[in-house]
């Protein structure tokens, strides 16, 4: 669909009778072919539901070079796109970074949404980089590399801008090679098959498209506000979803949800990690029908 003058990736599914639900991907840049893979056969029956690439990620069109992109341009796409679809208000699914997205969507266009569901997300690059490095210390010890684990240690104690830690914490997690998923992933039971169908040469461009699209975002810096203080001034009900293994939500992001939500509520997946969606498929889908809905689940 072309919105705001740019070519987004779409998909939809079950009936527009149905209430309308969005899904937002986190990365940033990690595409909505994974949670595509896991649930919509689990909330078509229920949902009006939307999944997309964000602009510029994968299946998405290109950000040229020289192209005017910041992070309000995915704010924007969202309200642009409820309109193109003729959705009166819809509620919104924001994983990871995708979280971050959508509590910047719903303060901005707070009477497009009716409730907020957040998986694992961030809404504060700093703590979330600290976070990410406990973990990933962990691991580096685990792995037989103490040095680096120390070091990854000594970074949380350091004062840095969010950005720096974020730098810092990308080739650090870098060294675990093959065992780096295990930061974000505890139940590798119900695994995707990530890009079938797709040449080892597509795959390659859609992931480089993913890279400029993250590039672009980190040079801006947006994305390293701390959107916390938000928290407060929403009125819709949010769901803050967290998971036993994650490495993402740290306790600060709890905590201030607990305070200072006005309506919000917490639900807790144990025995999972950073994607609930994939992770605890049956349950997630279960979750998510029983907050929007009020379906009585399994």
Known sequence: M???????????????????LLYLHGGPGESCYDFSAHQPERLQDNFYLIAIDQRGVCRSALIEKGESFGFQDLVDDCEALREALGIEKWSLLGHSVGGYLALSYVSQYPESVERVIFECPTFDFKLTSKFLLKKTAR?????????????????????????????????LSD?????????????????????A????????????????????????????????????????????????????????????????????????????????????????????KQYLLGAKTV
């Open 139 to 171: 691991l580096l010890e685990k792995y037989g590399k103490p040095e680096s684990a120390r070091k990854a240690l000594d970074l949380i104690e350091q004062d840095l801008a969010p950005r720096d830690f974020v730098e810092s914490y990308l080739p």
């Open 2 to 20: 072309n919105i705001r003058g740019k070519d987004l990736y779409v998909e939809t599914y079950g009936s527009k009778e149905n209430p309308s």
């Open 175 to 195: 060294e675990l090679g093959e065992k780096r998923m295990e930061i974000y992933t505890y139940n590798f039971d119900n695994p995707t098959d990530y890009w």
């Open 197 to 288: 169908g797709y040449t080892d040469e597509e795959v390659d461009e859609l992931y480089d498209r993913s890279e400029v699209h993250y590039t672009r975002l980190r040079e801006e810096g947006k994305i390293f506000e701390n959107l916390l203080p938000t928290l407060n001034k929403v009125k819709r009900p949010m769901l803050l979803m967290t998971a036993e293994h994650d490495a993402v939500t740290c306790e600060h992001h709890i905590a201030a949800f607990e305070q200072d939500a006005e309506y919000g509520e917490i639900i807790h997946f144990e025995e999972c990690g950073h994607t609930p969606h994939y992770e605890a498929a049956d349950r997630f889908a279960d979750v998510v």
